[in-house]
């Protein structure tokens, strides 16, 4: 069992696509982590490094939930930044769980107790990070967002639907979709891009076929596909293997990536029209 959370804690719990700004995992305690450098005009931002990841580790099992939203917005007010929080202090935290597990400092209830904390505190913050850039309209921009039927592990997913809704995507993030369910929505309903999540190799064949499958039922006929999770973080050459159009490395990059998909299948499509 110690494998297997180990697996599951590297794999998706750990926001993988959120994971490229964050500070090195080998960074010695006591040491810190800067946070951005757009922190709203605040210099007092307390830096979140290992000392700040331990002791919220402990929060999360030792209190509630309205202790560990109580020590984010403490932080907050000092001048640390949303994002900061989700990449510095919310992703270690999930991966620190695990090795307390692994390090007999905690009990398996415990980690999974501090987990679904982790999780209260993410869709409590989600608004927030939303409304940071004070988008009022999602400009026509639609994500359907899910994990490969059977794939258990969805916290880096739902992180990552907080970056498309906080840049203004129209954002279906359903975590328990089957994969007659999500034919049905990409039938029924128009998504400019599907998002993808799978950690485990076993479901690689399962990938191909619900690509193959969304793509053959979209309504949208240039749906684009974006795959993510530890299998493709791992082995970003698997995205062609499976029929996708597109990896990312960290939140911000998948909805680069995403913009990205639409503005080149825009243009091929004003190419396609010809002089007016």
Not at 79 to 100: D, M, N
Request: proline share 4%.
């Amino acid at each position: 069992m110690r494998k297997e959370l180990s697996h599951v804690i590297e794999g998706e719990i750990i926001p993988r696509l959120m994971m490229a700004h964050r500070s090195d995992e080998r960074t010695p305690a006591g040491s810190t982590t800067q946070d951005a450098p757009s922190e709203g005009g605040h210099t007092g931002a307390v830096p979140i490094g290992a000392p700040v990841v331990e002791e919220f580790s402990r929060m999360v099992i030792e209190h509630d939930a309205a202790a560990a939203l109580a020590y984010v917005e403490t932080l907050r007010t000092q001048g640390t930044a949303l994002e900061s929080v989700f990449v510095h202090l919310l992703a270690p935290t999930a991966k620190r769980l695990g090795e307390l597990w692994e390090e007999d400092q905690a009990d398996f209830t415990e980690v999974t107790v501090g987990l679904c904390r982790l999780q209260h505190v993410l869709r409590e913050l989600g608004g927030a990070f939303e409304g940071e850039l004070a988008l009022q309209q999602s400009g026509g921009k639609r994500i359907l967002m899910s994990p490969i039927p059977g794939e258990q592990h969805t916290f880096g997913l739902m992180m990552i639907s907080e970056f498309f809704r906080r840049e203004g995507w129209d954002v279906t993030c359903d975590p328990s979709l089957s994969t007659r369910d999500l034919n049905h929505l990409v039938r029924q309903e128009w998504f400019d891009v599907v998002a993808l999540s799978v950690s485990c190799q076993t479901l690689l064949d399962k990938v191909t076929a619900t690509v193959r499958g969304v793509r053959r039922v979209s309504r949208n006929a240039s749906v684009g596909v974006i795959v993510g999770g530890r299998l493709f973080t791992e082995n970003p050459q698997l995205v062609s293997v499976v029929g996708a159009d597109e990896t990312a490395a960290d939140g911000a990059s998948a909805v680069r990536r995403a913009e990205a998909m639409l503005a080149r299948r825009a243009g091929c499509f004003s190419q396609g029209l010809g002089p007016m």
